[in-house]
């Protein structure tokens, strides 16, 4: 793209301003949906959790695509901002029936979402900029597992009894805000306006702006240079520590926000259920849909959630056409379809999706064309 | 107080011996491909998987378990070739990543093929039988775990010391490319590496699960990454290393595990404080510290990198 003129300029602010109406047509067209179709309908579950996800997978291409650090600590953050996220928007009046064991907990106080959605962001970048001080000297592998098992010990350290007062020990939080809580209700309870897909279409959105904003900085820029060579990177004046520890903490908080997001989802918290294996597969998303590209990683966020919440679901259940009864189709087949594709995905199409492109891209004319004009 | 701690004492000697079992897997692995083999606990866990369903299969206990050997290797041997050696010239991210979703596709497969339950591992006899050593009444499988461990380490050191493929293995972890200018057929050599990391992980699956007799897709993955951890506490790339490192960890895990009521009988705490919760946490943030305090490990040879 070197030679790029004023005409290839002027395509690419049409590649530009396609991509604003295309994101503005998605919001529309959610809102829409949401009004016309049954709110039970399985499509709002998909754009519901697809969000959430798009939003951590997001967060880790940024450190995975763009700043080359790999790291596998996901989960782990995810977890802190769920956490946080619940401790502090529990109703006080339903405090008592939520820590039964603990004679109430210790927090007597709610905060309002929006708040309480910064703070377990915030909270995540703390404990990410904590933990960053020692493991990211680390290189490759080394961080990878060491990101690996600093998740595991917040598991650990969130379901120890003696912290039930905060965190309710090994239970589950519930009862706190959640998504369809965004629907505005009339004096009967009647919904009026639909807004539980559109508002974490809009908190997703809003965080997937700042990651693309700060990637077009000049710290983007940077944490470019230090993925390509750490070495060239550093003599060219880039403080590796510094960049690398703030990559981690930004990364960090937006999981946070990720996390927070995945409580609404789900309307209750448990540490248990923030495994490595979830790590490994937002890891796989991002695979999935190109590292190093933003909107690769929505995408595939999109797709992997409606592919195993909904398109894919008729592989779990016994099928039978006319007298004919598919074979092998039972419980986990799903699953198993899932993993050769993801393994064919990692094996010959490592570049995934998009590769390093994202949306305006695509609409950037070819050189040969643009070379004919 | 040396009767409340010996029993956990006991059983940290079994489990050490089983997670080095594993770790030898990871540290040969490690050494001639730099690659962490994300599924190799889950190849652990197939070993598993693969003993219960040929014991059910009414075959006698003499065929079962050399089969069950055979069989992970056999499968050690496959993943090699389908999953990492396609990626032999790609970056090393693009081969960790591959790990990772043979891991996953061999959690899956395993959920399928069980529907998600656990399955009970069968009975061994002789090993399954109690003993009473000192204090502590247990299995006999904690007793012959380390003794087993021992004798097939030592083994798998004069295989690498003093036969072709084991020099063959050095020159390869030393360096990959020049010992292919020299004649060596990598492949086989990876493919020998493999092959015996999922026998000695099979032979450890044999002992683990008599020890805890239920087998799920996941029951692979905490021993692994402990497996893993022992690697690089004893420096990875070195057996002996892992070796020990593993028996550290094992050991320190359980004494955790019985922390509570060792401190409770030692008067120092009054009521139970549930520290076995960190049983596992414990063994991570001895990764963290080790890897930022001694980054080779208590035996690992310090690597340089060129510019």
Same mark, same amino acid.
């Given at each position: 793209?070197?030679?790029?003129?004023?005409?290839?300029?002027?395509?690419?602010?049409?590649?530009?301003?396609?991509?604003?109406?295309?994101?503005?047509?998605?919001?529309?067209?959610?809102?829409?949906?949401?009004?016309?179709?049954?709110?039970?309908?399985?499509?709002?579950?998909?754009?519901?959790?697809?969000?959430?996800?798009?939003?951590?997978?997001?967060?880790?291409?940024?450190?995975?695509?763009?700043?080359?650090?790999?790291?596998l600590g996901q989960a782990g953050f995810m977890l802190i901002g769920a956490y946080v996220f619940a401790i502090f928007t529990i109703p006080v009046e339903v405090r008592g029936s939520v820590y039964q064991y603990f004679d109430g907990g210790l927090v007597q106080f709610t905060l309002p979402v929006p708040v309480a959605m910064v703070l377990s962001g915030l909270a995540a970048a703390f404990f990410a900029f904590l933990i960053g001080l020692p493991v990211l000297r680390l290189k490759s592998d080394y961080l990878a597992i060491a990101t690996l098992g600093f998740a595991e010990i917040i598991r650990a350290i969130f379901q120890w009894n003696q912290l039930g007062p905060v965190t309710n020990g090994s239970n589950m939080l519930r009862l706190f805000p959640k998504f369809n809580d965004f629907n505005i209700t009339d004096a009967q309870g009647n919904v009026i306006v639909y807004l539980s897909t559109l508002v974490p279409f809009l908190i997703t959105g809003l965080c997937i702006g700042l990651i693309v904003l700060l990637l077009h900085s000049g710290y983007g820029r940077a944490l470019r240079a230090i993925r390509d060579d750490e070495i060239a990177a550093e003599a060219m004046g880039i403080n590796l520590a510094h960049h690398k520890q703030l990559a981690f903490c930004i990364s960090s908080f937006f999981a946070g926000v990720g996390g927070a997001m995945l409580a609404m989802y789900q309307t209750t918290v448990q540490a248990k259920s923030f495994t490595t294996a979830m790590t490994y597969e937002i890891l796989l998303i991002v695979v999935i849909g190109g590292i190093g590209s933003v909107t690769g990683s929505v995408l595939s966020s999109f797709l992997f959630v409606a592919c195993s919440e909904w398109w894919l679901r008729f592989l779990d259940e016994q099928q039978v056409i006319g007298d004919f009864q598919v074979p092998l189709l039972r419980n986990g087949f799903r699953l198993v379809v899932f993993s050769i594709i993801i393994m064919v995905v990692v094996l010959f199409f490592r570049r995934g999706i998009m590769g390093t492109r994202e949306l305006p891209d695509l609409f950037r004319p070819r050189r040969k064309e643009a070379a004919l004009k | 107080m040396w009767n409340t701690i010996f029993p956990y004492l006991l059983s940290g000697i079994s489990v050490g011996g089983q997670y080095a079992l594993i770790a030898i897997?990871?540290?040969?692995?490690?050494?001639?491909?730099?690659?962490?083999?994300?599924?190799?606990?889950?190849?652990?866990?197939?070993?598993?998987?693969?003993?219960?369903?040929?014991?059910?299969?009414?075959?006698?206990?003499?065929?079962?378990?050399?089969?069950?050997?055979?069989?992970?290797?056999? %499968?050690?041997?496959?993943?090699?070739?389908?999953?990492?050696?396609?990626?032999?010239?790609?970056?090393?991210?693009?081969?960790?990543?591959?790990?990772?979703?043979?891991?996953?596709?061999?959690?899956?497969?395993?959920?399928? %093929?069980?529907?998600?339950?656990?399955?009970?591992?069968?009975?061994?006899?002789? %090993?399954?039988?109690?003993?009473?050593?000192?204090?502590?009444?247990?299995?006999?499988?904690?007793?012959?775990?380390?003794?087993?461990?021992?004798?097939?380490?030592?083994?798998?050191?004069?295989?690498?010391?003093?036969?072709?493929?084991?020099?063959?293995?050095?020159?390869?972890?030393?360096?990959?490319?020049?010992?292919?200018?020299?004649?060596?057929?990598?492949?086989?050599?990876?493919?020998?590496?493999?092959?015996?990391?999922?026998?000695?992980?099979?032979?450890?699956?044999?002992?683990?699960?008599?020890?805890?007799?239920?087998?799920?897709?996941?029951?692979?993955a905490m021993p692994g990454l402990k497996a893993f951890v022992a690697a690089v506490f004893g420096g990875i790339g070195s057996i002996p290393g892992a070796v020990i490192g593993a028996f550290i960890i094992g050991i320190m895990e359980n004494i955790i595990k019985g922390l509570d009521v060792i401190l409770f009988k030692a008067g120092v705490i009054s009521k139970p404080l549930g520290l076995a919760t960190f049983s596992d946490a414990f063994t991570f943030a001895l990764l963290i510290i080790i890897l930022v305090v001694k980054p080779t490990g208590l035996f690992g040879e310090k690597a340089t990198d060129k510019v």
């Open positions: 793209m070197a030679a790029k003129g004023k005409d290839g300029r002027e395509k690419n602010r049409r590649g530009a301003v396609i991509t604003w109406v295309i994101i503005a047509l998605i919001y529309v067209g959610v809102f829409v949906a949401e009004q016309l179709l049954p709110p039970t309908s399985m499509l709002f579950t998909v754009l519901k959790k697809g969000a959430t996800y798009a939003l951590v997978a997001v967060s880790m291409n940024l450190l995975n695509g763009f700043t080359g650090i790999f790291s | 897997g990871y540290t040969m692995v490690y050494g001639i491909l730099r690659l962490i083999n994300f599924a190799h606990g889950d190849v652990f866990m197939v070993a598993g998987i693969v003993m219960v369903y040929l014991a059910a299969s009414g075959l006698p206990l003499y065929v079962t378990i050399p089969l069950v050997l055979v069989i992970t290797a056999a %499968i050690g041997f496959l993943i090699e070739r389908v999953a990492y050696k396609p990626l032999r010239s790609a970056p090393r991210m693009s081969v960790m990543i591959s790990a990772i979703g043979v891991s996953y596709t061999l959690q899956n497969l395993v959920l399928y %093929i069980t529907g998600g339950l656990n399955k009970q591992y069968p009975t061994i006899p002789w %090993i399954s039988d109690s003993v009473t050593i000192g204090s502590a009444t247990t299995k006999l499988v904690t007793v012959i775990t380390p003794v087993l461990t021992i004798v097939l380490v030592v083994a798998l050191v004069l295989l690498i010391n003093k036969t072709k493929i084991g020099m063959a293995m050095r020159a390869v972890s030393k360096d990959f490319e020049t010992s292919q200018l020299m004649g060596i057929k990598i492949n086989s050599v990876i493919s020998v590496t493999f092959v015996t990391g999922s026998f000695l992980a099979a032979v450890g699956s044999v002992l683990y699960f008599t020890n805890y007799p239920t087998v799920i897709q996941t029951s692979g």
